[in-house]
């Protein structure tokens, strides 16, 4: 992933370096070595940085799966709007619109209610309140800062590119 970043210019060039058997070596070594740091820290200050991790990762694995939604969601709309049939797509998914949706509310539930020991204890800890919620702010920071440096914005769906680089119509 780091790789792709990099040839995509959202990270620094230095990970497109690939050896001589195609293998991102920068960006292995990078990952190898905070992976490592990180497992080192767990063992430190009462298994807490441990728990943050654990909910750094799992809140942005929803935020994640709330994204992937969201495209799907988006995608398929902007199929329909622009005229295609959705008997063209390989892969019809049974559910949708509301497949989507639903997860979508339910990666919602879940990142507000895992949390949910923060407001339960007492007297309430503004520590695990932190470790629950801390990457929600950060993530929403990273994005619009993100969306106000790289000037990008939201396509509306009648014209997102279907077709550039789109198997489906390339082929022969």
Known sequence: MLYALANEEKAPKQFTYVNRRGIPIWCLIFTVLISTILFGLSFIGNKIIYRWLVNIVGVMGFIAWFGISLSHWRFRRAFILQGYSLNDLVYKSLFFPVGPIIASLLT????????YSAFTTHPFSFSNFL?????LPVFLIIFFVYK???KTRF???????LVTNNIMF???
């Open 170 to 172: 390339h082929q022969t």
């Open 108 to 115: 919602c539930i879940i990142i507000f209610g895992q949390g």
């Open 155 to 161: 396509i509306p769906l009648k014209e997102i590119d």
């Open 148 to 150: 106000f440096v790289k």
């Open 131 to 135: 470790a629950a919620y801390i990457t």
